[in-house]
């Protein structure tokens, strides 16, 4: 089994900060990617951020420059710094990894049950 402690979501004002936290724990071999997905009201599931296992981070174009994506291989957690933050950024935010649970699995995707961030005034 695999489990995720997502936390950081809440209520902010718009042009303020929050920063996500998602740790991974369980049956774990390797995590690949890891990062997070978006889902407001109505819309589809989207891509925010995710990170390789050797730093290569990938955006959504909407939030290039304003979020910031990082994370501790040795603790197995991944985090999001969201700064700037703007009404169309309220969402629940899922948290994904790519984890093999043993070295001759091959890689399945997790997901955590989502944090709520709403920006509003």
């Known amino acids: 089994q695999v489990q995720f402690v997502e936390s950081g979501g809440g209520l902010v004002q718009p042009g303020g900060s929050l920063r996500l936290s998602c740790a991974a724990s369980g049956s774990i071999f390797s995590i690949y990617t890891m990062g997070w997905y978006r889902q407001a009201p109505g819309k589809q599931r989207e891509l925010a951020a995710v990170?390789?296992?050797?730093?290569?981070?990938t955006y959504a174009d909407s939030v290039k420059g304003r979020f910031t994506i990082s994370r501790d291989n040795a603790k197995n957690t991944v985090y999001l710094q969201m700064n700037s933050l703007k009404p169309e950024d309220t969402a629940a935010y899922y948290c994904?990894?790519?984890?093999?649970?043993?070295?001759?699995?091959?890689?399945?995707?997790?997901w955590g049950k989502g944090t709520q961030v709403t920006v509003s005034s």
């Open positions: 994904y990894a790519q984890i093999s649970r043993s070295v001759l699995a091959r890689a399945f995707d997790y």
């Open positions: 990170i390789t296992s050797g730093g290569t981070t």
